[in-house]
């Protein structure tokens, strides 16, 4: 990964009340480089979940700015062209899968993208081979393990080539098994990420940078430096 | 490749009603919903009990063409014609002519009873064929074929999401009534169980909508701007234009025995 200055998103003073429990997020200041790895730790309820809507737009910010690639981004359809560069994982997988077959979710992103079908089926099947996931193509999604769909979920985020990752708890409900298998196709990416986990050693071993989300405002843990390979 | 797209017509077998695989699940999905829509048009119009009962035979016909399960199929007939059952004991009472017999001075018309028995040959036949060209394909090809066919994109959105999401749904009331069993609560007609049902199902409206909203978001983050594409081609095949000439020969001969 090449080192730039730039930060692929940059968040500035972004703030964010719920109507009627208060200011959630307070002033928040935010970057993502290429490369990083931020894990956000936080309680429940402190509104880590609401910070990744925020990003990609599936929430408007009451106050403040967020620029996606240099561009700040407000109306939808700047955060439409943002979405495709980052690519957002949902707590709950069945969330994210909506099709009938894993292939046809897959091939849902691309298809928005503007690919044709040939085109996307072939992606599809390229990220899910990828993903150790090759074979999956026709079984039906609602089917799935936990583990399976989450999986897929990943490809289906992977397959728009995103450039930055958003993780919302992507151990939730995963046995220790599907797990170290997640963790390894994580770490195996060149993508920077957000994540949210609960799980203190999955986060550990992704993280590059540690964050920590307290009573609305957003401060920077500095961790020792990990063995980088 | 292919195997996969071929699959996305075949699955959700548990929609399908229940049959063995026969000539007819070759047909074309579109050829199947045109023909039954048809039909259904031209029996419930017929006025001549010639011709619905011809309509019933091509029905059973049908049925047997497409090997439903039979014990199924007849659980969901008569299902409809315990219904049917009622319009016969009451139509003839409330259609005037000639009286076939009195109870408390009223009086029961011959002219009713036939209109009864016609409305009821009708009913099972139009339900017959629906279940044989139908009922026999999955749901979301059902969809599928429904979008071919030009009808409004979002009533075949709403049908494939709800497909897909019934489960999803049906599990989480599964999940609530797990636990307000493992609470020791059990139904009984007083105030408690009404509010505690009424609490159960107003919760599953709530956890519905936040999960479509949370779908949508995940739809539009993936680009999603109102537009779905269909990732299956349907192509009318000979035995779709064979089955078709037969079928609509024999719509025209229904017609016709309406006028004789």
Known sequence: MTYSNKPLIKIDNLNYAYPRRGAVLKDINFELHAGDRVVINGDNGAGKTTLLHLIVGLKKAKKGDILGFGECCTTEKQFNKLRAKVGLLFQDPDDQLFCPTVLEDVMFGPLNLGFNKQQAIKMSIETLKSLGMQGFESRITHQLSGGEKRMITLASVLVMAPEVLILDEPTNALDEKAKLRLLHVLQALPQAMVIISHDKAFAKQLATRECELKEGCLTERLIEAVAVA | ?260
């Open chain 2, 1 to 260: 490749m292919s195997q996969g797209l071929e699959h996305s017509l075949t699955s959700w077998s548990g929609q399908a009603l229940k049959h063995q695989v026969s000539w007819i699940d070759n047909l074309d999905a579109r050829v199947r919903v045109v023909c039954s829509a048809l039909f259904a048009l031209v029996v419930v119009s017929s006025q001549q009990f010639s011709a619905a009962l011809l309509g019933l035979l091509l029905a059973f016909m049908l049925v047997k063409a497409s090997k439903l399960n039979i014990k199924r199929t007849l659980r969901r007939v008569v299902a409809m014609d315990l219904f049917m059952l009622t319009l016969i004991c009451v139509l003839p009472f409330t259609t005037p002519g000639e009286p076939m017999f009195t109870v408390f001075g009223l009086g029961a018309s011959w002219l009713g009873l036939s209109h009864a028995l016609l409305i009821t040959v009708k009913a099972n036949a139009v339900l017959l064929v629906l279940f044989s060209l139908v009922a026999t394909m999955s749901a979301s090809t059902l969809g599928h074929a429904l979008a071919h066919l030009k009808v409004p994109d979002k009533l075949v959105h709403l049908m494939l999401f709800m497909v897909r999401y019934l489960d999803v749904i049906s599990t989480e009331y599964k999940k609530m009534r797990r636990a307000m069993q493992a609470r020791a609560f059990v139904m009984g007609t007083n105030r408690h169980t009404w509010k505690s049902i009424g609490y159960l199902f107003g919760m599953l409206l709530i956890r519905s909508v936040e999960r479509a909203e949370r779908i949508n978001d995940a739809m539009k983050c993936r680009g999603f701007c109102g537009r779905f594409y269909l990732n299956d081609e349907m192509k009318i095949g000979r035995l779709d234009i064979i089955f078709t000439s037969f079928f609509l020969c024999f719509l025209i001969l229904l017609i016709g025995l309406n006028f004789l």
